[in-house]
Nanobody, 125 residues
Framework: QVQLVESGGGLVQAGGSLRLSCAAS????????VGWFRQAPGQERDFVAG????????HYADSVRGRFTISRDNAKNTVYLQMNSLAPEDTAVYYC??????????????????WGQGTQVTVSS
């Protein structure tokens, strides 16, 4: 079992930055790939960014590439999502998710086994 807790969300003006954290507890978090997803009201949950178990491989949605950066510190059992140049369309609840997977990070919601409760990010124009 892995428990995930997101933090760092909030209200920010367009062009601003936020850093989300995903703190994990449980067994051998370093064996898990982690993804960040987001869900706006009335929309499906979409992939944002993913990172492999070692941090050596990352993948981003086209909409955030060049603005967001995912990283992890396995010694702290934490994954981060640095979000820069935020825009109103980035407004959503952001979730981190983990799966026991040693390959490149995957983008499908259904492949992830563990989810956090989400953190709200609101970007005002």
């Amino acid at each position: 079992q892995v428990q995930l807790v997101e933090s760092g969300g909030g209200l920010v003006q367009a062009g601003g930055s936020l850093r989300l954290s995903c703190a994990a507890s449980g067994r051998r978090f370093s064996n898990y790939a982690v993804g960040w997803f987001r869900q706006a009201p009335g929309q499906e949950r979409d992939f944002v960014a993913g990172i492999s178990w070692s941090g050596g491989s990352t993948h981003y949605a086209d909409s955030v590439r060049g603005r967001f950066t995912i990283s992890r510190d396995n010694a702290k059992n934490t994954v981060y999502l640095q979000m820069n140049s935020l825009a109103p369309e980035d407004t959503a609840v952001y979730y981190c998710a983990a799966e026991l997977w040693l390959g490149v990070p995957r983008i499908e919601v259904t492949t992830y086994d563990y989810w956090g409760q989400g953190t709200q990010v609101t970007v005002s124009s």
